[in-house]
Structures are given as C-alpha cells and as structure tokens.
C-alpha cells in the first residue's frame, strides 16, 4: 500500500470548517483513500473512503486531487466532540490483503 | 447496539499467564480482523479471517498468539505466556465482503496490561 503524510497535528475553532490534509504520491490506479478516527481510547471510526471522486456524507466531504497525490478530509463545522487523531490510509482494492496499514494520524483538537 | 462488541474491555494480568480476549462482529460480516495498538502509534495488523478461515497473518502475530473464528461468527485472541511487551489495545475489525472493498468497523478495544 502506498505511504500516507499527514500533519502531526491541527488546530480548529469550534464551528469552523476543519481542513486535514493527506499526501499519498505514490497511490496507484487500484488503490482508495479511507479516513478513520480515534476519539481517546475508543475504537477507531470509519468516516469515509473514495477513488476518483470527490465523496460526501453526513459526517465529513473527502476532497481527492485529480492526480490522486493528495486528499483533503473536511469537517464542514467542527464541534468538540471532533477532537481526534484522524488517519489516512491508502489500501489496495485488489484481491489479497485486505488489512488497513494506519501512520501516526493527525490529532486534531477543537478549541471553544 | 449493532456494532463490534469486544470483551473484556480490560484485562490485567501477570506476566506469564494465558489470556483470551472475544469478538463479536457485526452480524452478517464475513470478515474479521485483529489490530493491535502501541501508546502513540495507530493499530497494527495482526490476522484476518474470512469466514472460519484464517487467511492472513503478521509478522508481528509470534507463535504465542493464537487466533479462531469456530464457526465463522465470533472470535478469540489467545496470549499464552503474556509478556509486558504485550501490553496494548487489542482491537477488532469486522466488514462484509462488498466487491472490490470493504469497509472496516471497529469494536471498542480490549486493554490488556501485563504485571
């Protein structure tokens, strides 16, 4: 699976879009970008995953490149239940392995 | 409650004891994966199962650990001979096989602290 960059860490106002980035330049045809994240000793939580296209749904909008280098995951009003570490992950969609290989994440924190 | 159940949530024990953690995945799922996780670090792989079939195993998975899905539904994660290496959140995975992807939902995590 293709390696993942994210910042270590972000900052959001409470009620203001948060804008995590994700750098993947070495994703391939075949591969899809999740997002997952880790409220403090809980399990991590499925957000949202995509291709090619640009994906939304109630908890967050995933923006992908047209290269598929970079994805950005957005939170469109931050709350701070949101504090979290947020993960991006490459994973192939062939057959075979099917594990999710997670980095360190960003840890995002919401600030009243 | 639909979701991935796990139990214990914690477990301390001492080093050198057996242990056994449970899964429960999401009904109908027919994927079941184990991570475990480090303070500080994100989950690693550690086995996979489709269906009763062990599919997969890490490197990280030492002849130690032992891993069953019976009956292609619930699942045990036995330590035998607990280190204090094996400190760590042991976290279940279930997804249903959807074509080319799946998706991954988690359960909450077993804490497991060796004295």
Redesign the interface.
């Known amino acids: 699976d293709a390696k993942t960059t994210q910042p270590p860490s972000m900052d959001c106002a409470e009620g203001r879009a948060a804008n995590l980035p994700c750098n993947h330049s070495t994703i391939s045809g ?1 591969e ?1 970008v ?1 997002w ?1 994240r880790q409220i403090h ?6 957000i949202i ?1 995509g291709l090619k296209n640009n994906e939304t749904n109630e908890m967050a909008s995933l923006i992908i490149t047209e290269d598929r280098k970079s994805s950005t995951l957005i939170l469109p009003h931050a709350t701070l239940r949101d504090t979290a ?1 947020y ?1 991006c992950i490459v ?1 192939w ?2 057959a075979g ?9 960003t840890k995002l924190s919401v600030i009243p | 409650d639909t979701g ?1 159940s796990q139990d214990p949530r914690h477990k301390i024990t001492k080093r050198g004891q057996n242990v056994t953690f449970r899964c429960d995945p999401i009904s109908e799922h027919n ?1 079941l ?1 184990w ?1 475990r996780q480090t303070l ?6 550690l086995t ?1 199962f489709q269906n009763e079939a062990q599919l ?1 195993k ?1 490197r990280l998975l030492s002849d130690r650990f032992s891993a069953e899905r019976p009956k292609g539904s619930f699942s045990t994660l036995e330590i035998q001979r607990t280190e204090q290496g094996d400190s760590a959140m042991y ?1 279940c ?1 279930s ?1 249903l096989e959807r074509g ?10 077993t ?1 497991l602290t060796v004295l």
């Open positions: 075949n899809y999740y997952y000793s809980q399990g991590p939580q499925y995953h570490v993960y994973r969609a062939g392995s099917y594990q999710l290989t997670f980095g360190k994440g | 991935v994927r994966y991570y500080g670090q994100g989950p690693e792989f996979y997969e890490s976290l995975a997804s080319s992807t799946d998706t991954q939902y988690f359960g909450p995590g804490r």
